[in-house]
C-alpha cells in the first residue's frame, strides 16, 4: 500500500523534463519540458513523480533526464 503515503516519503532524485511528445498518452498536459520534479519512486521503466496537476504520476523515464 506504498501508494497512499507516496506524496509524504522522502525525495529520491530529482529529474527535469525533456520532452513531452509521447506516443499514446497526453503528456503535455501534466508535464513542463525544462521543469524539474522530485522522484518519490522509481522502476525499472517509470519515475513516479507528483506531476503539474498536483498528484502523484508514474512515467516512462524516457522524458526525463537526472540533475
Known amino acids: 500500500m506504498i ?3 507516496w506524496t509524504d516519503r522522502p525525495t529520491l532524485k530529482r529529474v527535469k523534463c525533456i ?5 499514446k498518452y ?5 508535464l513542463t519540458v525544462n521543469k524539474q520534479y522530485d522522484v518519490k519512486n522509481e522502476s525499472e521503466d517509470f519515475f513516479f513523480v507528483i506531476d503539474d496537476s498536483g498528484k502523484m504520476g508514474g ?3 524516457e522524458y526525463f533526464q537526472e540533475v
Request: proline share 0%; hydrophobic share 30%.
Open 3 to 5: 501508494h497512499k503515503n
Open 19 to 23: 520532452h513531452t511528445d509521447a506516443k
Open 26 to 30: 497526453l503528456v503535455e498536459n501534466v
Open 59 to 61: 512515467f516512462y523515464k
